[in-house]
């Protein structure tokens, strides 16, 4: 059932400006105390913002994810993961619900899961809308001139300075709308392939230069089928390159928090950073972000800029999870009471209200790199459901074949060791509560017409890394 408010014509809130960082883990930011410096600019945002310590993403990777975040519902509830790759139209989007309102909506994002192919492009006015006076100076041609002048300079990325600019674009444009705007980017820079320009590789390891570091594997499927293929300096250099990207994004959001304050329209913006997962780099013998629900993959970064006055500054150390984004933004419209307030799963950041657990989920996964690149490799291991419950101390990972896991955060927050056995009344306790809580809703249904991806939208995700 679609729950969305009367079309409004007034300024009734404040602009949002949601920008998701593809991939990054939380551990690599220094502004969550990452030795290195990949965030200054992030870590001066954080002094007038309120920086959440434990934020938990309900998936492990870029659909469900996302689609958390715009629905305000956990993976089985939207039912948009690996077993259906699309957002039904039943479920009322943030862009839509905010549209509805009278905001303008804007997107802009390189991750194709996360558009018109997966229905979460709904509710946005424009989705990745083109510098228009550059079309027309620009040539098919000129533009491939261009990318290459680009690459040769060492100004590579994976669309960030396009973005950028497309964001700058559309800012000086809605400085003088009397409607507020809802503003998403994704930032795909920290997701594998790694493209970052030139000046920011200076994590890289000593001796090893940026073209050696590109002939390291990434490819999270060739990984696990001979782990012993690499070595521990690749890993090194898998994270290096994971901060030099950060680090260039972090220069990108300085500058459009740098247009705000001069457009004068910061004060007048809920700004949130965050990530829709993370990445292993080698740890639990995994590469990338498949497979499985530690906190390398769930536990993202999360810092919200309060108009002045919703907040005051500071840390949040209880969990809190992506998806309460959305009934945060509801309050601050002054909604609290609507029937879709009340069906959203998450709760008002600003609350009093708190998730006595966080969960997060992986339906079984899309096994096909496997049996069409190694049909002789055994991948029953990961042709399983998963289902995480994590308390402040103790996190359960379910398993549909049976092999569940427990770990101690406070004394194991690598989760390396699990206490399943050692620990049975535990791990028994935390099953009933997830298995309460998995019975408390009823599950989406699959949409059995949802549309196939089309060859443009299959091309750009074998580029990510998704599809072979």
């Not at 690599?28 to 310590?53: D, F, Q, W």
């Not at 100004?155 to 800012?171: E, P, Y």
């Not at 901060?243 to 959001?253: E, G, K, M, P």
């Not at 209880?318 to 509801?330: G, M, S």
Request: aromatic share 10%; glycine share 6%; hydrophobic share 35%.
């Amino acid at each position: 059932m679609r729950l969305l408010p009367m079309r409004s014509v007034s300024k009734t809130g404040p602009n949002v400006l949601l920008i998701v960082l593809d991939a990054a883990r939380t551990r690599n930011l220094s502004c969550y105390g990452y030795p290195k410096p990949t965030t200054p600019h992030l870590e001066r945002l954080a002094e007038h913002s309120i920086v959440y310590e434990q934020a938990i993403s309900p998936a492990g990777w870029s659909l469900p994810a996302h689609a958390s975040i715009f629905t305000g519902l956990y993976p089985s509830r939207h039912g948009a993961h690996d077993q259906h790759k699309y957002l039904k139209p039943e479920y009322p989007t943030l862009a839509e619900v905010l549209g509805a309102r009278g905001y303008r909506t804007l997107a802009f994002c390189q991750n194709q899961y996360v558009g018109s192919a997966t229905g979460l492009d709904r509710g946005f006015d424009r989705f990745n809308p083109t510098d228009r006076h550059r079309s027309r100076r620009f040539s098919k041609w000129a533009g491939r001139i261009e990318r290459g002048i680009i690459k040769g300079l060492g100004w590579q990325d994976s669309g960030a300075r396009a973005t950028t600019r497309a964001v700058h674009t559309a800012l000086r444009e809605l400085q003088d709308d009397p409607h507020p705007f809802f503003m998403f980017i994704n930032y795909l820079e920290p997701h594998t392939p790694y493209r970052s320009p030139a000046a920011y590789h200076r994590f890289l390891p000593a001796g090893v230069t940026p073209r050696q570091a590109q002939r390291v594997n990434r490819d999270p499927w060739q990984y696990l089928i001979c782990p012993e293929s690499m070595r521990r300096l690749d890993f090194e250099i898998i994270e290096a390159l994971h901060n030099s990207a950060i680090a260039y994004l972090d220069a990108r959001i300085a500058q459009i928090l740098g247009w705000l304050q001069e457009l004068a329209l910061l004060d007048q913006t809920l700004v949130i950073i965050t990530a829709d997962h993370g990445e292993n780099f080698g740890e639990h013998q995994l590469l990338g972000h498949s497979y499985c629900l530690y906190d390398t993959l769930l536990h993202v970064p999360l810092i919200v800029r309060y108009p002045p006055g919703r907040a005051r500054p500071g840390r949040v150390g209880h969990q809190v999870q992506t998806l309460d984004l959305f009934p945060t933004i509801l309050a601050l419209l002054g909604d609290t009471s609507s029937e879709l307030y009340r069906s959203l799963q998450g709760f008002d950041l600003l609350s009093s209200a708190r998730h006595p657990f966080t969960v997060a989920e992986q339906a079984r996964p899309d096994l096909t790199p496997f049996s069409r690149h190694f049909p002789d490799f055994d991948a029953s291991l990961y042709d399983r459901a998963l289902y995480m419950i994590r308390t402040d101390r103790y996190k359960y990972i379910w398993s549909s074949t049976g092999q569940h896991e427990l770990y101690d955060l406070r004394l194991d927050p690598a989760e390396e060791h699990n206490l399943s056995a050692e620990r049975p009344e535990i791990a028994r306790d935390l099953d009933w509560r997830l298995a309460d809580w998995r019975g408390s809703f009823e599950t989406a249904q699959p949409l059995e017409d949802a549309p196939e991806f089309d060859e443009e939208v299959v091309e750009r995700l074998r580029a990510l890394g998704y599809l072979e």
